[in-house]
């Protein structure tokens, strides 16, 4: 079970005219009894909508006032999540006649057509306001206040991570909590905005749709989750991606010094990136000090089997578990004994997202075939690295669902995979060379091809650190010199020209953006063809603002070039 709980809105969504039909009980009552959660999600205040709907037990956690209350029904503990409104601000609006008004914890809510007034008060008090809409009405809360933030509190208590999770409403002030879940859902009555960005869209309109929506999580949670979450791992020849499934149990094999830890550790990078948890089974210490992850274990000390779970129960934490004080042979019971506690947690919360299991030959071995591998059938989300794919139990390689074969011995690797697995091996054979990757998905009616594996960027940063914060050339800097070439700011490293462009005027950086410049100069003088694609990509969008190229742009960089210039090489 991926998806391990259903976020949605109220009205409009579970409730037609505020009320929940029966049928739309029930169910969410049959997606309860599987194990999964229940949230909702409403810009109501509470006690509106205990009166509308007395059944609010039905949920683990009601997030209200549109992100600025927290409520657990079970235990009936209230907690805000913002500041209470201002009293100054809400005897202004009855002054100016701003009718009807209400005031919860937190929200301010009034109707269209009063928000004008509404912000022309808060630019006079100078509040840090912001205005939500709904169908007409019109929500007041603190900046940084909103659906989203409050399932986000709602999901720390349920030590959920919101890729988990499936997200289904119908207006505007939906958008934001949608966008932040694993799976986001529109119902057939929700405006065209949420309908457009929206994964899926229902058949039925409001709790008829979620009616349907849990019908289908429940027979096709796997498809569902399967078509989203998906990590690039490398490119074919025509540079489209390949990637990996929330669901891929992956065999990553080949000769040592081929590149099969860097593409493991290239994998976690993005894995942190896009925030998915992973844990890292290493028995030989190869992954200590990896960047986003938290290391258990070393030359001296084993890791404990209930620190590793302590740490995974927060989403937001990365383990690797090194064995390396272990002697070899009592690493396969100490393994398997963390892989069952990771079973029980992923039951429970489906995570780690993540699991690379590096020397899988030695914590995976044929000998453990007797005991039937109970855990094989739980290694979605499983990434085995291995010199010798033939020492693994075949249990385990049976379940594989994507093969990454390294150097020119990638055809005989597949051929002692399939051979081990039990399955029909392809007849083409390819032409390759050390530097080749070939990827298969056994299960696909297509052959083995040869792909560009993604590269660890973490060796990259310390290469590339002089463009950092280093000392470029002159003819090597960049010089944002603007429209009428007035200008002449010199920016001799990554660092220097990221403060530039935070202060330069937009009309100065849009300048240098629609002409090309930035890609260019990370083109030609950084050598960098990766974050000159991202950067061109940034420029030609022309739907962007100057605020948000700029962040994006930043973004890049920073990912790319964030160590310091004196580390050694």
């Not at 949670?221 to 025509?238: F, M, P, R, T």
């Not at 669902?401 to 054979?429: H, M, S, W, Y």
């Not at 973490?458 to 007035?486: C, D, I, M, T, V």
Request: glycine content about 6%; charged content about 30%; hydrophobic content about 40%.
């Amino acid at each position: 079970m991926y998806f391990m709980a259903l976020a949605t809105d109220y009205d409009g969504t579970i409730a037609h005219d505020g009320v929940v039909r029966e049928e739309t009980v029930a169910a969410l009552q049959s997606l309860k009894d599987t194990g999964r959660k229940l949230i909702l999600v409403t810009g109501r205040e509470l006690a509106d909508l205990k009166r509308a709907f007395p059944a609010t037990e039905l949920f683990d956690k009601i997030v209200a006032e549109n992100g600025a209350l927290l409520y657990t029904p079970s235990s009936e503990e209230e907690r805000t999540l913002a500041p209470p409104p201002s009293l100054e601000f809400i005897r202004r609006l009855k002054a100016r006649g701003v009718e009807p008004i209400s005031a919860g914890r937190s929200i301010v809510g009034t109707w269209e057509p009063h928000q004008s007034t509404v912000l022309e008060i808060i630019q006079k008090l100078g509040l840090e306001l912001e205005i939500i809409f709904n169908k007409g009405a019109v929500m007041v809360l603190p900046t940084g206040v909103n659906k989203a933030s409050g399932l986000a509190a709602a999901l720390a208590d349920l030590k959920l991570s919101p890729y988990n999770v499936v997200g289904v409403g119908d207006a505007e002030n939906d958008h934001a909590f949608l966008k932040a879940c694993g799976l986001s859902v529109a119902v057939d009555n929700a405006i065209p905005a949420v309908k457009e960005t929206a994964d899926l869209v229902t058949k039925s309109a409001r709790g008829a749709g979620v009616e349907e929506l849990v019908t289908n999580l429940t027979e096709r949670d796997q498809e569902l989750a399967s078509d989203h979450g998906g990590i690039v791992i490398g490119y074919k020849k025509n540079d489209r991606p390949v990637e990996l499934r929330p669901q891929d149990i992956v065999l990553i094999a080949g000769k040592s010094g081929l590149g099969k830890s860097s593409l493991a550790i290239a994998l976690t990078e993005r894995f942190v990136e896009n925030k998915f948890q992973f844990c890292v089974l290493d028995p030989e210490g190869d992954f200590e000090g990896l960047e986003g992850a938290v290391t258990l274990g070393n030359a001296d000390t084993p890791p404990q089997e209930a620190q590793v779970v302590d740490l995974l129960d927060k989403p937001e934490n990365n383990v690797v578990v090194s064995a390396l004080a272990l002697k070899l042979e009592e690493r396969p019971d100490f393994f398997a004994k963390i892989i069952t506690a990771l079973t029980r947690l992923r039951a429970r919360t489906a995570r780690p997202h993540w699991l690379i299991i590096d020397e899988a030959h030695h914590l995976l071995p044929t000998s453990r075939d007797s005991q039937s591998l109970a855990l094989a059938k739980d290694l979605q989300g499983t990434i085995m690295v291995t010199v010798h794919p033939d020492a693994i139990a075949k249990d385990a390689l049976a379940s594989v669902t994507t093969v990454l074969a390294f150097g020119e011995e990638g055809n005989g690797i597949i051929k002692v995979f399939c051979k081990q697995a039990g399955i029909k091996r392809p007849d083409k054979v390819q032409k390759l060379t050390e530097k080749d990757v070939l990827f298969w998905r056994p299960q696909s009616d297509k052959p083995p091809q040869p792909i560009a594996a993604e590269k660890r960027r973490q060796s990259h940063k310390r290469h590339s650190r002089k463009y950092a914060e280093g000392e470029l050339p002159e003819e090597a800097s960049f010089y944002f010199r603007g429209p009428e070439n007035k200008l002449k700011l010199r920016a001799q490293n990554l660092m220097i020209f990221l403060q530039i462009a935070e202060g330069v005027d937009d009309r100065t950086w849009l300048h240098h953006l629609e002409s090309g410049d930035y890609s260019r100069w990370f083109r030609k003088q950084l050598k960098d063809k990766k974050l000159a694609k991202e950067a061109a990509s940034i420029e030609e969008n022309k739907s962007l603002s100057a605020q948000e190229s700029r962040k994006l742009l930043s973004d890049a960089v920073r990912r790319r070039y964030t160590a310091p210039a004196t580390a050694s090489e």
